[in-house]
């Protein structure tokens, strides 16, 4: 018999990778040998990584009280995400829905921490250490609309819960930072890739090196254009994005200045939910596929026919007519400047600085799925509709000429964001003090931030029909006279007559922050307390019903009757207030050996609401001032313990990560897309509720490399309650809708001379398809597959294919369109798609 180290890997090391990972956590000692692997071997879990976001000192994971993952180039390549949204998938404990598009507006959270709104409201996405928004949860604004990976970034880092409620203001779930390559180390590349069964090109080139001693910069960018994963129109998906920074170094190498500056210029269609076919047995809802002629994991909510909606600026009363492709716009200008400088007298001082210009649009068609015999009951007898557009145009509409039998209620969105800047500095000093106890860092700083909100909202319901390239659909009541006007039922209508709206609103955030290490042989200790002052200073206006005769014809009639427009006459709205609260974190870690450290954490931090309190009876509109002082604030918290292990044998390397969680929070809960219910007692409806969560769970990570072949498996567990909920207290004990217990990434690669093969499976198990926890959706997996060649010479080909065998799931929760028992309604695990890249490193 042949020795194991002669023969490829198969599934006997693969079963003992596993084992070992798991075991690694109760018997460590046992798997050491007397000899030491390779250190760059040794460690393929990263546990020697230098963790830098969000902490009080520059250590390692190892003598860390935080969880920490991070992400390097490579791993996301292979991976080959399509969206922003995808690349948060290979992070333990982040949740995030990513079917939303290459645009952003992806819902994001972790450990538990409720998406009661939608957006990041407990995350906040970094670039090199500072937000790139300050609030992930801004409407029309999400923080990843502002961020984008390509070649300039080196890895990302995650911190969830801990530290981060002291070094980060309205970030107490998790800090995620895009870490900059800065030129230090020479090189670059040149990348062509392309989208073979869908529309997408994209070129990444990126380059840095010395200038002279001490003197180094980086620079680079991408430009993309196409459709992207779903179909849509030519150049819907057209953008670039150009950063560079330039270091200089002093105080020989121990200090620096670094200027930096991005430019993000782009739009992509938005896709909002869509539906498949879904059959019910008993209280288990599953048998997901395609409808016939309507392939979701592809097609997109605008067709040739509803791709533009005429309409009526709130503020200015101009008529408009807005193309609905764009889908998200953003265009974003930043400058910074980062200075860092450890004095010989202990002290190191530390600043940054950033700047940024940020405006943009979300204009798209979202789909509100219904049969068209439940449409018509809305409008009351004897309702009538004919297409407005199209092949049929003037024909009367039937189930049986509808494409797939469905129509679509839905919004057609005109929202504007001519300024979402804003500006942020992080000043600290740090110093070291050397004692008989052991080493104390001291740490105090100072976090400004000021985020501009300033939009202005044009959200009209329209009829459409629902298909590839569906029409526009007009109704008509029992005497023939018009309900609609271009399918449009009102003018700034939506959601209850919400969506005429101008916005001018400053939040300003000011944090001073204390923190202290204790490093005292294998022992670590540290604390940190945060003072956050946050102050609105806002004006707002909404508009009311009337009736206006828009195209001059001496009639009112359709949409006219109800026009929702702005009065300038009409007081505006005011936020005045200023509220403070205290965050802190405390940990302490242990290295037991070398190799294998525990470490325990608590702490608490606050989130504080910013636009999404607007317009509700959280702030008396005449004073400004805050009808309810708790309605401002989110309050988290956290407590943690974990254990990070690392060993080998004769032929693996491992290394093993695991965190115990508990998590709770408290909000109230304001979203202006649901409807007001007056009638229930001390209540205002759905659309302002006061909720609370909690979750406990466990995060494990695990890496292995045996040989030319490795494996990474990553699982979250989290069991989440309701454990208050004002609107709905049947609901306290339950689970939301959409959330899976476990959810887990596998990720096997090998590398067969000079090719890589390798793949992803991502999964989840079951969620509850409602609020009352009765009707289930079975679990899935998706699976994403890659081979990389390298040619020499710095010449590398890629293939990479996502979702593998094209299955159609919902991607959370979801339910059954009004009047069909067959048609489901959610956000779908994008389709296959197959992506071709070259590559030339130098």
Known sequence: MKSQSSRHPTLTPLAQLLATSLAALALPALAQTAEAPDAAKADVASLDRVVTTATSSVKSKMRSSVTVTDIDQDQIKDFGPRTEAEVLLLIPGIRTDATAGAGGNANISVRGLPIASGGSKYVQLQEDGLPGVQFGDMNFSNNDYWIRFDNNIDSIQTLRGGSSSVFASQAPGAVINYISKTGKE??????????????????????????DKGLYY???????????????????????????????????????????????????????????????NGNSIGGFAKLPGYDATRESGVSIYN??????????????????TDGITVNSKSVGLEFHNALDNGFTIDDKFRRSQNSGAFQTQFLNVMTLANMLSGFGAGTTVKYYNGPNTGQAVTASNLQLGLVSQGAAINTQTPDMGNLVNDLSVNKQFKLDLGTIDLKGGIFHSRQNVVQRWAISERLVEVGKNGAVIDAYDSTGAALTTAGLTGYNNQWGGCCARDIDAHFTTNA?????????????????????NFSSNASYAAGTSRAVDLNG???????????????????????????????????????????????????KGNRAIADRLLFSANIDAKTGLLANRDAALAPVRQNEIGARYRGHTEHLNYGVSATLFHSTTQEFDYDQTRQDNPALPNYQGPKLNVVGYKADGLELETAGAIGDFALNVNLVYSDEKITTNLGAPAFIGKTES???????????????GPATFGATIRGQDSVWADGGNTIRIGGHYVVSAFVNYDFGKGLTG??????LFDKVYPAGGGGFVPGSTTVFGAGVENGRTINASLRYAF
């Open 738 to 752: 959409g959330l899976p217990k476990l959810r887990y990434t596998i990720s096997p690669r090998y590398t067969f």
């Open 798 to 803: 890629a293939l990479n294919v996502n979702n």
């Open 218 to 280: 980086h620079i680079g960018g991408y430009y993309r254009e196409g459709e992207g994963s779903h179909r849509s129109t030519p150049n819907a998906l057209q953008g670039y994005q150009l950063k560079g920074n330039i270091t200089k170094e002093f105080n020989d190498g121990k200090g620096y200045v670094r200027a930096y500056f991005k430019v993000l210029d782009e739009h992509a269609p938005a896709n909002p939910q869509t539906f498949i076919s879904a059959t019910q």
């Open 186 to 211: 020479k090189g670059g590349s040149l990348a062509l890739s392309r989208g073979l069964n869908y529309n997408e090109t994209r070129v990444d080139a990126d380059y840095g090196d010395r200038l």
């Open 512 to 532: 001073p922050y204390l923190s202290m290490n204790l490093q005292r042989g294998d022992l670590d200790v540290d604390a940190g307390v945060r003072r956050e």
């Open 553 to 603: 014809d001496g009639q009112i009639t359709g949409a006219e009757k109800n026009v929702f427009l702005i009065d300038a006459t009409t007081p505006r709205g005011l936020s005045n207030y200023k509220v403070s609260y205290t965050n802190y974190s405390a940990g302490v870690n242990y290295r037991l050996t070398p190799d294998l450290s525990v470490f325990a954490r608590t702490s």
């Open 307 to 324: 791709a533009s909606v005429p309409g009526i600026d709130p503020v200015t009363h101009q008529l408009t007519n807005t193309s609905l």
